[in-house]
């Protein structure tokens, strides 16, 4: 399914950063990350190539809006995936944003990524 695509994760549940992982892994793609939190993410973003994202909107430290704006400026493509909403300001920003609610099968998640991929890559 993914062919080597790199796959940002940030996620600060550890189960689930793992189980999105392994399901990445599992369909051929390779895992950058998983990060818990917008500090770590945004240092280093930037030092590897990456294909699409999953990403949790509450971290650690902050909610995930730095990192989202990033993703969006750079064309990766990237479900949010969380059991908050999205910030207002994001949401506004971005009002096309793929949200999937926690609790979801990382299987889901995983496949709705590569299908926005899939969607980019055939607009370019």
């Known amino acids: ?4 695509d790199v796959i ?4 600060d549940q550890p189960f689930i950063a793992l189980d999105l992982a392994d399901t990445v892994v599992s369909l051929g793609g390779s895992v950058f990350g998983p990060f818990a939190t917008v500090t770590e ?13 999953i990403v949790d909107v509450m971290l650690l430290d902050r909610d995930i809006t730095p990192v989202a704006v990033y ?4 064309s990766i493509s990237v479900v949010v995936h969380s059991a908050t909403e999205v910030p207002g300001g994001l949401a506004r920003r971005y009002p096309d944003l793929a949200v ?3 609790p ?3 299987l889901s998640v995983v496949s709705r990524l590569k299908q926005l991929m899939q969607l980019a890559s055939s607009k370019s």
Do not use: C, W
Not at 1 to 4: E, I, K, P
Not at 8 to 11: A, C, F, N, Q
Not at 41 to 53: C, D, E, R
């Open 104 to 106: 979801a099968p990382a």
């Open 100 to 102: 999937i609610a926690k």
């Open 8 to 11: 940002l994760i940030v996620e």
């Open 41 to 53: 993410t945004l240092a280093n973003l930037g030092s590897k190539a990456i294909s699409g994202a």
């Open 71 to 74: 993703l969006a400026e750079n």
């Open 1 to 4: 399914m993914f062919d080597g």
